[in-house]
């Protein structure tokens, strides 16, 4: 069982960064692979990026690629996204999610937070 709580979202102006932040508890978190997904009003929910169970291995949809970067402690049973340059269409709730492998679907992933807003004004 992991719980997981996401922090770091806010209101940014385009151009700005967030580092958004996911705490999971329980002792097996780094026998899960973490993710990020995202949803905007009236959209479904949209993969953002992927953390293997070392932090080794990373995926990122093409709409985040090269602005955000993904990171682990899993000593600290913390997950990080840094995102850069946003933009207006980054707009959305941010989750995090745990799983034991890799999927860009959603349903695939076993645990979730209750999300963190994002906001970027133009």
């Known amino acids: 069982q992991v719980q997981l709580v996401e922090s770091g979202g806010g209101l940014v102006q385009a151009g700005g960064s967030l580092r958004l932040a996911c705490a999971a508890s329980g002792r097996t978190f780094s026998s899960y692979g973490m993710v990020w997904f995202r949803q905007a009003p009236g959209k479904e929910r949209e993969f953002v990026v992927y953390?293997?169970?070392?932090?080794?291995?990373?995926n990122y949809a093409d709409s985040v690629n090269g602005r955000s970067t993904i990171s682990r402690d899993n000593a600290k049973n913390m997950v990080y996204l840094q995102m850069n340059s946003l933009k207006p269409e980054d707009t959305a709730v941010y989750y995090c999610a745990a799983g034991p492998l890799y999927s860009v679907d959603a349903g695939k992933y076993d645990y979730w937070g209750q999300g963190t807003q994002v906001t970027v004004s133009s």
């Open positions: 953390i293997s169970r070392s932090g080794g291995g990373t």
